[in-house]
């Protein structure tokens, strides 16, 4: 089962990524030192208790004054419906209620999600009479809250676990390789999937998905089982005018949750966007093996020269992601799309790597000795020996005397090295550094 959504909705102004922020337990709106992205965050794996869940907060998505506040906002709320499962409509108790307010009440009640009804900006208890007049609203559930001064989030967040059901991971068979095609609305991935499962009548047979309005479908081609995540959830978006292009990250994320391999779809004609890079960055960051398919290169007029310009804009701008292949492809003709299922089992194949321990050392201490890493505090740094600890991303642990003083760029020296010699194309890799234990 999908894991269950959180979303925060409410006018502009009311509080929301504080609130977000607090929930989460960090200021997850400004803080990532990845280059090239932007650092707000929308969302974000939380728990409460026992309750996994993913949060969502549409601060981010703000309508901009005078550009039609009371629909945008509306359409905003509409979309936190279609994603969550339980939804906080956030108000300001200081301010009072407002007929932004009352239009979200309406949405809200229309539809059948579990609706908890937070007024905040509620600082002291001499203040709660400020909280009556939104009995009008009509939400049994409505508590008061200062999310500033965390008062009244446990109440908040013991209502919101209550009505959150359990939560735990898909199983699928160990060698189907589940694949979701993400990207900025309108970049083409619902033709892609079309062109992919219908080419050549390759879809054997649709299965009921575990995300909402969604049908995964599964395709077996010479014995390889791909499993295809949410891709009606895919084509039912991509026909809504989605003027809140940063849905598109939400949308990501839920793909990412459940897949082996992304194919990041690009438009060549935008070139790498904002957008592109935040679903380039949660990709890389949820671990998850990835293509970079850069679509409608039909489109444009090129010569020899024009791949490789795009390849070093891409590289430029994706730097955290230069491991990922770069396939240049048209959804609409099926130039290239042949390719994508050979690149699909390859990645698959280098996401999945493990390399024994024996080699591993005997490189590493290569790696390591033709460079050595500088000095911590006039100490010398040793490394004792490395081990993966697990394949689906390649995850390393390196054992050594002083691991806060292993520096970033040391720690890139390693990434790159163990590239050169094991390739693990598509995969991103994750390296810790851990001292011996009983020292």
Not at 244 to 261: D, F, Q
Not at 317 to 323: A, D
Request: net charge positive; proline share 4%; aromatic share 8%.
């Amino acid at each position: 089962m999908k894991k269950p959504v959180v979303a925060i909705v409410g006018r502009p102004n009311v509080g929301k990524s504080t609130l977000f922020n607090r929930i989460v337990g960090r200021r997850m709106a400004i803080v990532d030192n990845t280059p090239g992205v932007t650092r707000d965050r929308n969302y974000s794996d939380a728990s409460w208790g026992e309750k996994d869940f993913s949060l969502i907060d549409t601060g981010g998505f703000e309508p901009v004054k005078g550009e039609g506040l009371i629909h945008q906002i509306k359409e905003q709320t509409e979309l936190a419906i279609e994603e969550s499962d339980v939804i906080i409509f956030l108000v300001d108790g200081a301010e009072g209620l407002t007929q932004s307010d009352r239009e979200i009440a309406r949405i809200l009640r229309r539809s059948a999600k579990k609706v908890i009804l937070a007024v905040n900006k509620i600082d002291d208890i001499k203040k709660d009479y400020r909280a009556w007049e939104f009995h009008e609203l009509g939400f049994n559930n409505m508590v008061n809250t200062s999310a500033e001064h965390n008062i009244g989030i446990g109440n908040l967040m013991d209502l919101v676990a209550g009505y959150l059901p359990g939560f735990k991971g898909e199983e699928f068979a160990d060698d189907m390789i589940k694949v979701a095609v993400i990207g900025r609305p309108n970049v083409g991935k619902s033709s892609l999937i079309n062109k992919l499962l219908g080419r050549e009548r390759l879809l054997v047979s649709e299965i009921p998905g575990t995300t909402r309005d969604s049908i995964d479908t599964f395709v077996n081609i010479d014995n390889r089982k791909y499993l295809f995540i949410d891709t009606a959830g895919i084509r039912k978006k991509a026909r809504i005018s989605l003027r809140l292009e940063k849905y598109s990250v939400i949308m990501a994320h839920k793909s990412l949750e459940r897949c082996n391999i992304a194919i990041l779809l690009l438009d060549v004609n935008d070139g790498v966007t904002e957008q592109d890079a935040k679903i380039a960055d949660y990709t890389s960051k949820a671990g998850r093996g990835c293509i970079i398919a850069v679509n409608k290169w039909d489109t444009i007029k090129k010569d020899n020269a024009t791949a490789g310009l795009f390849v070093h804009t891409i590289r430029e701008k994706l730097k955290f992601m230069s491991y990922a292949p770069i396939l240049f492809m048209s959804a609409k003709t099926g130039q290239r799309v042949r390719d994508i299922f050979p690149l699909i089992d390859k990645v698959f194949s280098e996401y999945s790597k493990r390399i024994p321990t024996n080699r591993l050392n005997k490189i590493f201490q290569e790696i390591t000795e033709s460079r050595p890493p500088p000095s911590f505090k006039g100490k010398t740094i040793k490394f004792y020996y490395i081990a993966q600890v697990t394949a689906r991303p390649p995850t390393f642990k390196v054992i050594v005397n002083h691991p806060e003083g292993v520096q970033p760029s040391y720690e890139r020296y390693i990434h790159n090295k163990l590239r050169d010699y094991f390739s693990f194309e598509g995969a991103p890799l994750k390296i810790f550094f851990r001292e011996r234990e009983g020292r």
